[in-house]
């Protein structure tokens, strides 16, 4: 079916969508559209175009579109607290479910509560800074990170 849909961006968004189990994949798609534009102004980007230029959810982020990130990531498969990381992503090769929370910070730390439990849940932490678990720091980071961003 998707093959049906060609370049048209709302279209493979609207099949997405009404596939159970493609929900992240439809939000990834629809984030990935309305931010391309403010990615690159002034272009008709076809679909090809767009997946070069925006690989993973800190891509959308990075443009700018951080709630458009925060909400796709809702849907990922894996737990957000899993698709959250400080440093850097892998662009390719890897799941598109990823962002920095560095790229998630202009925007969110307006929303203190929700800022500082994603960073604290990205950390094994809970909102009280008490540690949950061996979760670890995917990036080699000291826990003490918490207290830099927030």
Known sequence: ????????QWAKWLLLSMIKGHEYDAS???????MSPNLVPDSNLNA??????????????EGGGEMA???TLMYATDPIQNCLSSGSVKRHGSSS????????RPTLQQFPTLW????????GHDTTSNFLGPKGNKNGRPANYIS???
């Open 69 to 71: 990130a925060l909400a």
């Open 97 to 104: 479910a990823q962002c920095t929370l560095e790229n998630l």
């Open 148 to 150: 830099l961003i927030c």
């Open 28 to 34: 990834f798609c629809n984030a990935r559209t309305i």
């Open 48 to 61: 090809l175009e767009i997946g070069e230029i925006i690989h993973t959810v800190d891509d959308i982020a």
């Open 116 to 123: 500082r439990t994603l960073v604290a849940a990205s950390f």
């Open 1 to 8: 079916m998707l093959l049906v849909q060609g370049d048209c």
